[in-house]
C-alpha cells in the first residue's frame, strides 16, 4: 500500500488508484502529494495558508475532504489534470480545477 491511500475510505479507494494510475501513465513524473489528513493536519496547514506561507487553496479544519478520506492532491501535468478532472466528473466525482468561486481554483485536487 502506498503511504497516500491510507486513512482514504476503502470504498473510494479503488477509484483513486485507478485515476493515479491513469495520471501516472500519462505524466509519469505525477504524484500524490497528499490523501487523509488528520483534524490537526489541516489545522496546520490552513494556519500556514493564512499567515502566507503556502499556496492555497486551504479549506479549514471540518471542511475539508482529506479529513474524510475523500480527497487527493496530484502533482501533474495541467493538461493532465484538466483531462483526468473531465473524466473523473463525467464518472461522478468533483475536481478542483472548476471550483468556482474567488480562490478556490485549484486542480491538484480531486474528491469524492
Known sequence: MASWERGID??????????????QS???M????????????QARLYRRFQQ??????????GYSYHEYGRAVDI???ERV???AGRAWE???GRWGGTFKGVGKYDPIHFQA
Not at 476503502?10 to 495520471?23: G, K, R, S
Open 52 to 61: 502566507g506561507l503556502m499556496p492555497g487553496p486551504v479549506a479549514p479544519p
Open 75 to 77: 502533482d501533474a501535468d
Open 26 to 28: 500519462v505524466d509519469n
Open 90 to 92: 463525467e464518472a461522478g
Open 30 to 41: 505525477a504524484r500524490v502529494t497528499s490523501g487523509f489528513r488528520s483534524s490537526t493536519e
Open 10 to 23: 476503502p470504498e473510494i479507494l479503488p477509484y483513486f488508484q485507478q485515476l493515479v494510475e491513469w495520471i
Open 81 to 83: 489534470l484538466a483531462a
